[in-house]
T-cell receptor, first 119, second 114 residues
Framework: GAGVSQSPRYKVAKRGQDVALRCDPI?????LFWYQQALGQGPEFLTY????????KSGLPSDRFFAERPEGSVSTLKIQRTQQEDSAVYLC?????????????????FGSGTQLSVL | AQSVTQLGSHVSVSEGALVLLRCNYS??????LFWYVQYPNQGLQLLLK??????LVKGINGFEAEFKKSETSFHLTKPSAHMSDAAEYFC????????????FGTGTRLTIIP
């Protein structure tokens, strides 16, 4: 596709349910990021993949959050036993990693996000 | 650790007036700095970026920002506001020696008064 695609666009879950959020990055993009954006706040980093390798998961708020990218393209963010504080917009972004020699491409492309509401 | 602070969560300007959105950064190394815009129900869109070249950076839609090391600032300006500029604006910082991970500010909602 032309851009980063995320699904579903909206998700309502009862507290305690598990949810799975999907991200389709731009074809050929090696780097993939997940961010969490609470209402009225800026996006906060969750985790980073380079191809299928999860190189940084320091932003995941608890062990209920799990992300994977098994084939280096589509990624899934899973939240187990959802809590009300998990309600937020979850943003996915992708890019070609910066080539330090060629100094190319500093741009992240963001999807429209999945708005998760936990009742 | 790196961070950005955006002064003013809400800014209102009249159509045709100067737009000034403030961003100050904190970084232990010379940072890369970005401004993103978010329209309702849309993804974040890059307006402009500073990556240690020219300190005055021009972006899309007539926006520009100036990197001032002495003031640790990267304020976003536009000489004449248009109704279509109404949106949420985010300043962000990243480590130039790391991956593309961005640290965002809390955002400034810009309202344009007709």
């Amino acid at each position: 596709g032309a851009g980063v695609s995320q699904s579903p666009r909206y998700k309502v879950a009862k507290r305690g349910q598990d949810v799975a959020l999907r991200c389709d990055p731009i074809s050929g993009h090696v780097s993939l990021f997940w961010y969490q954006q609470a209402l009225g706040q800026g996006p906060e980093f969750l985790t980073y993949f380079q191809n299928e390798a999860q190189l940084d998961k320091s932003g995941l708020p608890s062990d209920r959050f799990f992300a994977e990218r098994p084939e280096g393209s589509v990624s899934t963010l899973k939240i187990q036993r959802t809590q009300q504080e998990d309600s937020a917009v979850y943003l996915c972004a992708s890019s070609i990693p910066r080539d330090r020699v060629l100094a190319t491409n500093e741009k992240l492309f963001f999807g429209s996000g999945t708005q998760l509401s936990v009742l | 650790a790196q961070s950005v602070t955006q002064l003013g969560s809400h800014v209102s300007v009249s159509e045709g007036a100067l737009v000034l959105l403030r961003c100050n950064y904190s970084s232990s190394v010379p940072p890369y700095l970005f401004w993103y815009v978010q329209y309702p129900n849309q993804g974040l869109q890059l307006l402009l970026k500073y990556t240690s070249a020219a300190t005055l950076v021009k972006g899309i839609n007539g926006f520009e920002a100036e990197f001032k090391k002495s003031e640790t600032s990267f304020h976003l300006t536009k000489p004449s506001a248009h109704m279509s500029d109404a949106a949420e604006y985010f300043c962000a910082v990243r480590d130039p020696f790391g991956n593309e991970k961005l640290t965002f500010g809390t955002g400034t909602r810009l309202t344009i008064i007709p």
